[in-house]
């Protein structure tokens, strides 16, 4: 990247006085461009070595004239009236980005390689796009996400600028912008802003997730007062460690861990004046420990132990008929290889035995083009199932996931009629959606010992599961969403306080 210098700037503001006559609206829209004309000669074009082959110096030669070429394009464009990008408005950012590796996007825009526009060819087009965004959630239209974030990940390879208009007036599933949040930081600056609630809005700045998600969101004070939040935590970018001593330091997945108890002791106090008992806790600690270490050492086996996530969550407060409602969300996202692809790693019994069931089920979702991934997916939710084989032949580790449900069937226990709670494991072309009652039946029958999930009323291996609990994702989603949203029941959290 080029420095700015002082004859640069000296240059630039004698330029100023070319455009001295030109009409006030035009002299300001030219100025803009000289100085975006200036980013593209510097990041298009080459320095003339002194010295060298003459090939080297007809091909720096050859690049500063295109840049020359491309810079003097945006100036004309001005002079003659035409918007650059969107309502005029791009980032020079964006005038001098490139593409940016990403699995996420990657698996949402297939060819995304061949698809992607260099900037320069998006200036001769100019086109733009507008998003519309609604039923945002994994927890209840898996694939109306999945189409939204394809639709921004295609704007994001073809447009000069984009608009996103969020539509839904409540936030449904924090999953959904988490994800959102990780695409953004392997994306090209071209959206400009666009639409979206109080209340969503009020949510993302609770979390802190505007600098992730490259938002400035309205501050909305009353709105803000009704959320509690677990702000938006992430590990630093697969494979950047450098510590030598990377597996003694301090974790931060275990101050997460510690966080996120103190945000459920705080939802649990405003709820009912209670908090996590001891046990409970420690269920939280071990959930995330584990978790989010698994997430680590398991979800790019090409950075071996050096994974990356993000994980956030909140409270809010609704009146429903003269009564106060808790609503919880919590999510966590772990970018990477799909489960259905990382399981199969297992040790060699367990493969056999969950290729057993894969084929003893296969047929049962026909109209399912990547029924064995869900199998697998729903296999590996078992404990002591792990690609650790290491972990399997200490009879240790492959318990992350019925953490999670425990804790989810736990929080999301309630009494009344009506209360919706969902969790959504999100990976590969797989969606399973775990409803409470689901969850809390698998933990009454382990009772203790060994737990299994196997997503039937009858939590038998035998039978396949229901077939609302499979959903199949349109895209590939090249890592591992676990979202959640259930209530807080006052009344079913007295009863079992001392349960």
Request: net charge negative.
């Amino acid at each position: 990247m080029g420095f700015w210098h002082i004859e640069d700037l000296e240059d630039f503001w004698a330029l100023r006085e070319l455009d001295k006559d030109l009409p006030d609206d035009q002299r300001g829209r030219v100025g803009e461009a000289r100085k975006e004309a200036f980013h593209v000669r510097r990041r298009l074009g080459a320095n003339i070595p002194r010295g060298g082959a003459r090939s080297e110096k007809q091909t720096a030669l050859a690049k500063k004239r295109y840049a020359n070429k491309s810079a003097r394009r945006v100036i004309v464009s001005a002079k003659r009236g035409r918007p650059i990008g969107y309502d005029g408005d791009v980032s020079k950012r964006a005038l001098v980005a490139q593409k940016k590796e990403s699995l996420l996007l990657d698996g949402l825009l297939p060819n995304r390689g061949k698809r992607w526009q260099p900037m320069r060819r998006r200036l001769r087009s100019r086109s733009t796009a507008e998003i519309d965004v609604e039923k945002f959630s994994f927890l209840t239209h898996p694939n109306y996400v999945v189409q939204a974030l394809s639709e921004i990940a295609e704007a994001e390879s073809a447009h000069m600028a984009a608009r996103i208009n969020f539509h839904d007036e409540d936030c449904l599933d924090i999953g959904a912008w988490l994800v959102l949040a990780a695409m953004r930081s392997e994306m090209v600056p071209i959206f400009t802003g666009g639409a979206m609630s109080n209340v969503v809005a009020s949510v993302i700045a609770a979390l802190q997730m505007e600098q992730a998600l490259r938002m400035r969101v309205p501050q909305i004070d009353e709105e803000t007062q009704n959320v509690w939040s677990f702000p938006l935590r992430a590990r630093r970018a697969a494979g950047t460690s450098t510590s030598a001593t990377q597996f003694l330091d301090t974790q931060d997945y275990e101050e997460v861990a510690t966080e996120l108890c103190e945000a459920i002791d705080v939802w649990l106090d405003a709820c009912v004046e209670q908090q996590l008992t001891l046990q409970g806790r420690r269920s939280v600690m071990r959930l995330v420990t584990e978790t989010l270490d698994n997430a680590e050492r398991h979800a790019r086996p090409d950075f071996e132990n050096d994974g990356d996530w993000l994980m956030t969550g909140f409270m809010s407060t609704a009146e429903d008929d003269s009564e106060v409602r808790f609503k919880c969300q919590l999510a966590l996202l772990s970018v990477g290889t799909p489960i259905s692809k990382t399981v199969i790693n297992c040790d060699d019994a367990t493969r056999a035995m969950m290729e057993q069931y894969v084929a003893a089920h296969l047929q049962s979702g026909p109209r399912l083009r990547h029924m064995d991934d869900h199998l697998r997916t729903i296999y590996a939710l078992q404990d002591m199932v792990s690609r650790d084989r290491v972990a399997t032949e200490g009879q240790r580790g492959g318990t992350g996931f019925s953490d999670i449900i425990k804790m989810f069937a736990d929080l999301a226990g309630h009494d009344r009629d009506g209360i919706f709670a969902r969790m959504a494991i999100i990976s590969g072309r797989t969606c399973l959606h775990l409803d409470q009652n689901l969850c809390e039946s698998a933990v009454d029958k382990c009772n203790g010992g060994k737990f299994n999930i196997w997503l039937n009323s009858a939590q038998s291996s035998d039978i396949p599961p229901h077939e609302s609990a499979v959903q199949e994702l349109d895209r590939d989603f090249n890592g591992t969403l676990i979202t959640m949203a259930f209530e807080l029941d006052p009344e079913y959290l007295e009863r079992t306080a001392d349960g």
